[in-house]
T-cell receptor, first 116, second 113 residues
Framework: EAEVAQSPRYKITEKSQAVAFWCDPI?????LYWYRQILGQGPELLVQ????????DSQLPKDRFSAERLKGVDSTLKIQPAELGDSAMYLC??????????????FGEGSRLTVL | QKEVEQNSGPLSVPEGAIASLNCTYS??????FFWYRQYSGKSPELIMS????GDKEDGRFTAQLNKASQYVSLLIRDSQPSDSATYLC?????????????FGGGTRVLVKP
């Protein structure tokens, strides 16, 4: 069964360091999302791509976060510098172009970040 | 006011009972509503979607939507210990480019044997 791949699964870093997360969506899925989920809260959308274009990054803290999907396939989310408040699960999800509106987002296992 | 609100719980129900979860949303013109289940340490998975007023049943799950009251609920019948998880309500805001989802904070459900 096709899956959304994410790495690393776990990352521990010190504040002010740089961190990067990688996501490979299900093959052929045009839409890719990065969500952040703080423990005990619901996922919050950081950025949404349609193919290689950013559709929505209104909630992305652009002073320290960046995201790219250069070839419209896999994506990288970077944090530089990391802050204590960035400790969270970073979830990548993808959606098939044909499923727009159904809400069927397929999530990866997530990357759990701990900032010390 | 948050866009999507849920009671955080935990909602404790005995095995075999009905678990009732509620969700309210702020934007009256929202059209698409979803329930995701998230086990501890795992990623969310879609269990129900509903688009029209009324009830929608799928196995032991029933979603209920009342757009006039801006309210969506999820019923879990014959609750099993394996239903213990956090249930996330998600809404597709109107005009959202590419169908992004806005999630509530989730309701934690504990089913006790």
């Amino acid at each position: 069964e096709a899956e959304v791949a994410q790495s690393p699964r776990y990352k521990i870093t010190e504040k002010s360091q740089a961190v990067a997360f990688w996501c490979d969506p299900i093959s052929g899925h045009a839409t890719l999302y990065w969500y952040r989920q703080i423990l005990g809260q619901g996922p919050e959308l950081l950025v949404q791509f349609q193919d290689e274009s950013v559709v929505d990054d209104s909630q992305l803290p652009k002073d320290r976060f960046s995201a790219e999907r250069l070839k419209g396939v896999d994506s990288t989310l970077k944090i530089q510098p990391a802050e204590l408040g960035d400790s969270a699960m970073y979830l990548c999800a993808s959606r098939d172009r044909g499923l727009a509106g159904t809400g069927e987002l397929f999530f990866g296992e997530g990357s759990r970040l701990t900032v010390l | 006011q948050k866009e999507v609100e849920q009671n955080s719980g935990p909602l404790s129900v005995p095995e075999g009972a009905i678990a009732s979860l509620n969700c309210t949303y702020s934007d009256r013109v929202s059209q698409s509503f979803f329930w995701y289940r998230q086990y501890s340490g795992k990623s969310p998975e879609l269990i129900m979607s509903i688009y029209s007023n009324g009830d929608k049943e799928d196995g032991r799950f029933t979603a209920q939507l009342n757009k006039a009251s801006q309210y969506v609920s999820l019923l879990i019948r014959d609750s099993q210990p394996s239903d213990s998880a956090t249930y996330l309500c998600a809404v597709n805001p109107p005009g959202a480019a590419g169908n992004k989802l806005t999630f509530g904070g989730g309701t934690r459900v504990l089913v006790k044997p």
